[in-house]
């Protein structure tokens, strides 16, 4: 079965500055999706990016970018030029690309809680 | 745009007691789950549904039953509620099936507490 770590339960920032977000995982599939997920004191889950495990080129979404490292089953998240709005829980999720069952429900690293320093 | 919306958004309940959450989404989706959370971990599946009239369990079902009356809606049921049920539960939904890399829309969640 697949599984999602998050080493760090909780990381702080300086308003402005960059913070990366660890997350591996553990697969024996070569085919799968990675995301990862904020949640905001509202609770409800946002998607903040996501890459497929076929590209080799790294996705980005504005201030947010991730290190996909596929031989090292490593994803971790950069958030440059952090803003309060950044603050929440960040979820690292994995899906695999595997068609039938419940194979592709999205599996759910623990967490890591953000919060930014004004 | 309302996207996915739960109701309640906050309820007790005594142990053996019934409920069913609701919840629906405007977007047309075709496919739809039900997640729950507990302090300090991530979400789990407890239940989804690819398409209109078909349901299948995830990775949590144990004490729970679910209806898609539509493909608007997607109802969970704890038929006897009990204190390891006391959990947030989100319902999500999504264009696609599982196994793509489709982003999931989710509601705000329900806080369920069982005494």
């Known amino acids: 079965a697949q599984t999602v770590t998050q080493s760090q339960p909780e990381m702080s920032v300086q308003e402005a500055e960059t913070v990366t977000l660890s997350c591996t995982y553990d697969?024996?599939?070569?085919?799968?999706?990675l995301f990862w997920y904020k949640q905001p004191p509202s609770r409800q889950m946002i998607l903040v990016i996501r890459q497929e495990a076929y590209k080799q080129q790294n996705a980005t979404e504005n201030r947010f970018s991730v290190n996909f490292q596929k031989a090292a089953k490593s994803f971790s998240l950069k958030i440059s030029d952090s803003q309060l709005g950044d603050a929440a829980m960040y979820f690292c999720a994995y899906r695999s690309a595997l068609v039938g069952g419940s194979q592709g429900n999205l599996i759910f690293g623990k967490g890591t809680k953000l919060s930014v320093k004004p | 745009n309302a996207g996915v919306t739960q109701t309640p958004k906050f309820q007790v309940l005594k142990t053996g007691q019934s409920m069913t959450l609701q919840c629906a989404q405007d977007m047309n989706h075709n496919s739809m789950y039900w997640y729950r959370q507990d302090p300090g971990m991530g979400l789990r599946l407890i239940y989804y549904s690819a398409s209109e009239g078909t349901t299948d369990k995830g990775e949590v079902p144990n004490g729970y039953n679910v209806s898609r009356l539509n493909k608007r809606e997607f109802s969970l049921r704890l038929e006897s509620a009990a204190p390891s049920q006391t959990s947030v539960y989100f319902c999500?939904?999504?264009?696609?099936?599982?196994?793509?890399?489709?982003?999931?829309?989710f509601g705000s969640g329900t806080q369920l507490s069982v005494l």
């Open positions: 999500a939904s999504s264009e696609g099936p599982l196994a793509t890399n489709e982003k999931l829309f």
């Open positions: 697969t024996s599939e070569s085919d799968y999706y």
